[in-house]
């Protein structure tokens, strides 16, 4: 195969990211480290088989290299293809995001670097760059003909520093502790395997599942103090899910119509009231986020399009379901989950309606879990807990209520 030029596509990808990168609010753009790192790590040279989308044609870079390059080189999600032409269930996450977080988890020269699901190999291939001669990078991936794959393509650049593993990220990893560690699969509970890969003081970049189903994330920038994982940063975010112990099966969520079914349920509301707030997308985005951490019922619905999941709540009961559709509170069943659901929405309320910046997150050893408190919420997910904290003065501001004429 004879690769065509691609200079002119480089240069076009790199002023793309620093365009990004200036979105997503940096106001010096690309860092010039991570261009250098990028440039010396071209994009094609792994890519193989591939589609932009679930249903989209495949795409052969072997066959038709001239034909892939635009969008090989573009701000899109590529879906590998295996050797059978069956979709792998893997991806290469949008280019601008992936190394929006890569800048946040500071890999620095000389560090140790590991990735759990390295799929392509790409990110590791810029890792390896950013880490340098003496650094070392491990990318784990538990899809063998993508590891192989990644391992020749890793070898073709020369990038002696960079290895890839076939396995369970979730389990040790030889090499390790790291002094950054990023996951890039979505994750339900971190192993301590996991932690352990951490070392004191190190960085851990993670996407980890909202309760309540679905792919929404909250990306964590987490560094570890002793046995705890403490927050300094978290961004939305959507991944495929991480395969291993303690991760969920599938992502696919019900639409009402099933749930309703599961439930045993009548396929029409049995109460409807208005709910004017739920229609306004950013109150509405924000309150489901407090359900999903603060009410152990909720449930993700699809929506039959690209649009965000509905939110609704069970009754634990199960006779009871309630969700906003709209500008409305739709409950099925008896009252119960509409009771739990407003109740909800008034401690949200009272609190200052707070987002996902207003929350401290942890991640803890399930054994060393704190008991639930005002104001704090604790989510068993196996061998580990996520301690959600909210600042002990937010709401105080209701006071001035009573002083109002």
Not at 34 to 58: K, N, Q, Y
Not at 133 to 140: A, C, D, I
Not at 355 to 361: N, Q, T, V, Y
């Amino acid at each position: 195969m004879t690769v065509p030029e691609t200079a002119a596509h480089e240069t076009r990808f790199l002023r793309m990211l620093d365009r990004s990168f200036r979105r997503y609010g940096a106001a010096e753009g690309l860092p010039p480290s991570l261009a250098e790192a990028v440039r010396a790590t071209p994009r094609h040279h792994f890519v193989h088989r591939f589609r932009l989308s679930d249903d989209g044609d495949i795409q052969d870079f072997e066959a038709a290299p001239e034909a892939c390059l635009d969008d090989i080189y573009s701000d899109a999600v590529m879906r590998p293809v295996g050797a059978d032409g069956a979709a792998l269930p893997s991806s290469n996450s949008q280019p601008s995001y992936i190394l929006w977080l890569l800048r946040l988890l500071g890999i620095e020269p000389g560090q140790r670097v590991l990735e759990v699901g390295s799929g392509s190999g790409w990110l590791v291939g810029v890792m390896a760059r950013l880490a340098g001669p003496e650094g070392r990078v491990v990318g784990v991936e538990i899809i063998p003909e993508l590891a192989a794959r990644s391992r020749q393509d890793l070898a073709g650049l020369g990038l002696d520093q960079a290895t890839i593993v076939t396995g369970d990220g979730t389990a040790a990893v030889a090499g390790g502790p790291f002094d950054r560690v990023i996951v890039t699969a979505a994750t339900w509970d971190l192993t301590a395997a996991l932690f352990a890969n951490v070392v004191e003081g190190g960085r851990l970049l993670v996407p980890i599942l909202m309760r309540g189903g679905g792919d929404v994330c909250q990306v964590a920038l987490l560094h570890r103090e002793d046995a705890r994982l403490v927050a300094e940063k978290r961004i939305p975010g959507f991944f495929v899910p991480l395969v291993g112990p303690g991760q969920p099966a599938g992502r696919s969520l019900p639409r009402l119509e099933e749930a309703l079914r599961m439930y045993g349920l009548p396929s029409e509301p049995t109460a409807s009231w208005p709910f004017p707030l739920a229609a306004f997308w950013p109150v509405a985005a924000a309150f489901g986020l407090f359900l999903r951490i603060a009410e152990p019922g909720t449930l993700a619905l699809a929506t039959g399009g690209k649009l965000p999941p509905t939110i609704a709540l069970c009754a634990p009961s199960g006779g009871s379901l309630a969700l906003l559709r709209g500008d409305r509170l739709e409950v099925y069943g008896t009252q119960e989950a509409a009771r739990i659901l407003i109740e909800a929405y008034r401690r949200w309320a009272s609190l200052g309606m707070p987002g996902p910046e207003s929350f401290a997150l942890e991640v803890v050893p399930a054994a060393g879990a704190p008991a639930e408190a005002p104001g704090l919420h604790v989510e068993h997910r196996g061998a580990s807990a996520l301690v959600w904290r909210l600042p002990s003065d937010l709401g105080a501001w209701s006071i001035l209520a009573g002083a109002l004429p």
